[in-house]
């Protein structure tokens, strides 16, 4: 917390308050007024012994990441459920009664997923400021590897799941589509039940140097296809260069499938 003196703490204990929520436009709804009821009634609850309660501080803060998070993944459109941990203060914790209406705010990170900090506070006659900080955990169905995977394997439909994990933790990142993994090349090897992240897989190579390739060009629904060598490795879509083996020149081509580069006439 912060008062006069400048300084800020995390009155906080081990325990822990836990809720979890599927979202739906109706909880949206709710959580904005169980917000405004939280932030309403702090004031007039605390006068019974003129202070503001840790049980106060806590309910501000659920109300308020709940509101938040619902608004995060509605904007986002985000699917997946999720369940916040507010820390419990200190129960001998007294703030001043305060003679406003709290506001809170999300202190860090910019994103309402994995640890938070929300700041509440006070700008009443006796102003101050308690840093509350919670976990939201963003539960969601990420790719994940449901055997063990070598170097250089081609990743099958067999190899891959979509499993739910907590996202918050993740912090290399994750697939959310069969799609993305499927085909790739393993960069690294993986084992059972292992999320796979954009840094494990890479776009497998289609054509390499040295290979005989057919050219297509491309006009409207004219084409025309020459034998070609491509002189550098590629994998889908990505920009080669190939020599065209009639008439010797050098070109520059995209790969649209193993053994195949097309140009635009």
Not at 22 to 37: E, I
């Amino acid at each position: 917390m912060a008062n006069g003196t400048g300084l800020a703490i995390y009155p906080v204990m081990n325990t822990q308050t836990t809720v979890s929520r599927r979202p739906t436009s109706a909880t949206r709804h709710f959580l904005g007024v169980l917000a405004a009821v939280c932030l309403l009634g702090t004031a007039g609850l605390s006068r019974a012994d003129n202070a503001t309660l840790p049980e106060q501080l806590i309910g501000v803060t659920q109300g308020f990441l709940e509101f938040t998070v619902e608004d995060y993944l509605a904007t986002s459109q985000t699917q997946g459920r999720y369940e916040i941990e507010v820390k419990q203060l200190d129960p001998r914790l007294r703030m001043p009664h305060c003679d406003r209406d709290l506001t809170a705010s999300l202190e860090s990170p910019a994103q309402p997923i994995g640890r938070v900090t929300v700041k509440l506070r006070c700008e009443g006659s006796a102003p101050w400021t308690v840093f509350v900080p919670a976990q939201v955990h963003l539960f969601r169905n990420v790719v994940t590897a449901i055997r063990p995977m070598k170097r250089d394997a081609i990743v099958s439909e067999a190899d891959v799941a979509m499993r739910e994990r907590d996202v918050g933790t993740l912090g290399q990142g994750f697939l959310d589509s069969l799609d993305q993994a499927v085909g790739q090349k393993v960069v690294r090897p993986t084992v059972i039940d292992q999320v796979l992240t954009p840094v494990h897989l890479e776009q497998p190579q289609m054509v390499h140097k040295g290979d005989q390739v057919v050219i297509s060009a491309r006009s409207g629904s004219m084409s025309v296809r020459m034998p070609g060598e491509a002189l550098s490795d590629g994998g889908f879509n990505e920009q080669i260069r190939v020599k065209n083996l009639n008439s010797k020149r050098v070109i520059k081509a995209n790969i649209v499938a193993p053994g195949q580069v097309e140009v635009a006439m």
